[in-house]
């Protein structure tokens, strides 16, 4: 029967891919198949044994015990049925790992055992770890007991499996048997923790490890070509709900560098089809931008103009004087800035300058503010630029306008999807960041969108653009709510009349 195996590298346990051809064969642990007398008899492999290598831990018993630890999961290390019973198995595959989680079976049903901190070793000495507790599950609780005395907490034994502190020992004396002592550094009830049943059915020991990514997306996506074709119909058909408005205008604000061009250049490339730079998008110390532009998309080279208006401002910068005005905020939102108005951060908008609108209508106004975030940069965010963007939020509120926030750059914040942008709603520190930015921004989660825009790439990628266009989705959802307020106000006022 051919077998067909990858080992992983890294200590990652090995993993095998059984290709059956003809009937399959399973191989129990610590036996062998059965063979005439005339052929001789052939040991499973390694590979094959390792094959059977499924954790006894069920997911739900997983669960139990990796909510004591955060945001961890676990990785098998050590299965004694397949491994050995043994002393020198159990350190040839645990060593120098930490930390970890060591349990054991008995044939009365319980499950328990010990985590600890400090890697396994055979030197004989006791380890420090203040973290370190025996745990037994029982119908989906975990009861836990902390070590007393965390000098003692392990010992790290050559001729036993984990050995906590005098008090539990896995695998004792290479047997599949269980020492224990309770109030020896860790105080415990031994009915409670295992019935009193000394011998081990199983022993397993799991290297804890950070879990970067959820078991399924806190966010629906579908990541399809249908997806992206019907956002772009969407798009395309948009009308605002006030007959008198032909677009929607979004008010891009961001610190320098944030993405707030790039994301222009991002909806634009979609459209086309191939990556495009029309708005100056780059890295700098200072803001690129130092206009105010309203920039029209276009449905493709020659096509027609989409019903939305992306408005780009100079970026905020941390010190005073510096950077976008913050009373230039309330100008833009209210219509009176011309395309192309050159910003002076010393001086605001006045009605005495070139192109000034003197009573701009509804059209001319901002329909929704999106704060354009970079997901690096969340967790060191400036005070002082916080106190910017607070103030700028609370003149936004006056107005009534709708807020979003795009927290761009996700791939480069978050490994897990630089290598693939479909994991944006299974990583746990994205999600971390939209929090942070919802708890500094002041702003509800399902108002922060992440995003990946085009920097680097020559060409358009599905999922990118299918984040892309659903941030742009939003940005039309908020303006109908802007919309739909206008027109109850003015319903209310005719009613008053």
Same mark, same amino acid.
Request: glycine share 6%; aromatic share 10%.
């Given at each position: 029967?051919?077998? !067909?195996?990858?080992?992983?590298?890294?200590? $990652?346990? !090995?993993?095998?891919?059984?290709?059956?051809? #003809?009937?399959?064969?399973?191989?129990?642990?610590?036996?062998?198949?059965?063979?005439?007398?005339?052929?001789?008899?052939?040991?499973?492999?390694?590979?094959?044994?390792?094959?059977?290598?499924?954790?006894?831990?069920? /997911?739900? $018993?997983?669960?139990?015990?990796?909510?004591?630890?955060?945001?961890?999961?676990?990785?098998?290390?050590?299965?004694?049925?397949?491994?050995?019973?043994?002393?020198?198995?159990?350190?040839?595959?645990?060593?120098?790992?930490?930390?970890?989680?060591?349990?054991?079976?008995?044939?009365?049903?319980?499950?328990?055992?010990?985590?600890?901190?400090?890697?396994?070793?055979?030197?004989?000495?006791?380890?420090?770890?203040?973290?370190?507790?025996?745990?037994?599950?029982?119908?989906?609780? #975990?009861?836990?007991?902390?070590?007393?005395?965390?000098?003692?907490?392990?010992?790290?034994?050559?001729?036993?499996?984990?050995?906590?502190?005098?008090?539990?020992?896995?695998?004792?004396?290479?047997?599949?048997?269980?020492?224990?002592?309770?109030?020896?550094?860790?105080?415990?009830?031994?009915?409670?923790?295992?019935?009193?049943?000394?011998?081990?059915?199983?022993?397993?020991?799991? $290297?804890?490890?950070?879990?970067?990514?959820?078991?399924?997306?806190?966010?629906?996506?579908?990541?399809?070509?249908?997806?992206?074709?019907?956002?772009?119909?969407?798009?395309?058909?948009?009308?605002?709900?006030?007959?008198?408005?032909?677009?929607?205008?979004?008010?891009?604000?961001?610190?320098? /560098?944030?993405?707030?061009?790039?994301?222009?250049?991002?909806?634009?490339?979609?459209?086309?089809?191939?990556?495009?730079?029309?708005?100056?998008?780059?890295?700098?110390?200072?803001?690129?931008?130092?206009?105010?532009?309203?920039?029209?998309?276009?449905?493709?080279?020659?096509?027609?103009?989409?019903?939305?208006?992306?408005?780009?401002?100079? /970026?905020?910068?941390?010190?005073? /004087?510096?950077?976008?005005?913050?009373?230039?905020?309330?100008?833009?939102?209210?219509?009176?800035?011309?395309?192309?108005? $050159?910003? @002076?951060?010393?001086?605001?908008?006045?009605?005495?300058?070139?192109?000034?609108?003197?009573?701009?209508?509804?059209?001319?106004?901002?329909?929704?503010?999106?704060?354009?975030?970079?997901?690096?940069?969340?967790?060191?965010?400036?005070?002082?630029?916080?106190?910017?963007?607070?103030?700028?939020?609370?003149?936004?509120?006056?107005?009534?306008?709708?807020?979003?926030?795009?927290?761009?750059?996700?791939?480069?914040?978050? #490994?897990?999807?630089?290598?693939?942008?479909?994991?944006?709603?299974?990583?746990?520190?994205?999600? &971390?960041?939209?929090?942070?930015?919802?708890?500094?921004?002041?702003?509800?989660?399902?108002?922060?969108?992440?995003?990946?825009?085009?920097?680097?790439?020559?060409?358009? @990628?599905?999922?990118?653009?299918?984040?892309? !266009?659903?941030?742009?989705?939003?940005?039309?959802?908020?303006?109908?709510?802007?919309?739909?307020?206008?027109?109850?106000?003015?319903?209310?006022?005719?009613? &008053?009349?």
């Amino acid at each position: 029967m051919p077998l !067909l195996w990858t080992q992983r590298l890294h200590h $990652q346990p !090995l993993m095998i891919w059984w290709i059956h051809l #003809l009937q399959p064969v399973s191989f129990p642990p610590n036996a062998t198949p059965k063979t005439p007398h005339s052929a001789s008899v052939t040991q499973p492999t390694e590979a094959e044994r390792l094959f059977t290598m499924d954790p006894r831990l069920t /997911g739900s $018993q997983q669960r139990t015990i990796c909510s004591q630890l955060s945001r961890v999961k676990l990785q098998l290390l050590y299965k004694a049925s397949i491994h050995g019973f043994t002393g020198a198995a159990f350190h040839q595959r645990c060593d120098n790992r930490s930390p970890t989680i060591s349990v054991g079976y008995n044939g009365s049903g319980f499950v328990f055992g010990g985590y600890t901190k400090q890697p396994f070793s055979q030197s004989g000495q006791y380890m420090n770890d203040d973290q370190a507790f025996l745990f037994t599950v029982n119908r989906g609780r #975990l009861l836990k007991y902390p070590v007393t005395s965390p000098v003692y907490a392990v010992k790290m034994f050559a001729n036993a499996g984990p050995y906590f502190g005098e008090a539990l020992v896995l695998v004792n004396g290479n047997q599949p048997v269980v020492y224990n002592n309770p109030g020896n550094y860790y105080n415990f009830d031994a009915a409670e923790m295992h019935g009193n049943d000394l011998n081990l059915t199983e022993c397993e020991v799991y $290297q804890v490890e950070e879990a970067t990514e959820l078991e399924t997306p806190w966010r629906a996506v579908t990541w399809e070509t249908e997806k992206r074709t019907a956002l772009m119909e969407y798009i395309r058909t948009y009308k605002p709900l006030v007959s008198s408005v032909s677009k929607a205008r979004v008010l891009l604000i961001g610190p320098v /560098g944030a993405g707030k061009s790039s994301f222009f250049n991002s909806i634009n490339s979609v459209f086309r089809g191939h990556v495009i730079s029309q708005a100056m998008a780059g890295s700098s110390t200072t803001s690129l931008t130092t206009q105010f532009r309203t920039y029209i998309l276009k449905d493709g080279r020659e096509g027609k103009p989409l019903p939305i208006v992306l408005c780009d401002t100079m /970026g905020l910068e941390e010190s005073t /004087g510096a950077g976008l005005n913050l009373d230039d905020i309330t100008s833009i939102l209210k219509g009176h800035l011309p395309d192309r108005y $050159q910003f @002076n951060p010393s001086a605001p908008l006045n009605s005495e300058a070139h192109g000034y609108q003197e009573s701009p209508g509804l059209k001319d106004k901002i329909h929704c503010v999106v704060y354009v975030i970079d997901a690096c940069k969340v967790p060191i965010m400036p005070s002082k630029l916080e106190e910017k963007l607070d103030a700028i939020r609370k003149k936004v509120n006056l107005m009534g306008v709708p807020q979003l926030v795009l927290l761009t750059k996700v791939d480069e914040a978050c #490994l897990l999807v630089s290598e693939d942008v479909r994991n944006v709603y299974k990583s746990f520190y994205i999600k &971390q960041m939209m929090q942070e930015a919802s708890a500094r921004l002041g702003v509800s989660m399902s108002c922060i969108i992440p995003v990946k825009n085009y920097s680097e790439e020559l060409d358009v @990628n599905l999922s990118c653009d299918i984040l892309l !266009l659903s941030a742009v989705e939003q940005m039309l959802y908020s303006a109908d709510n802007y919309f739909e307020d206008i027109s109850d106000r003015c319903g209310n006022l005719r009613t &008053q009349e």
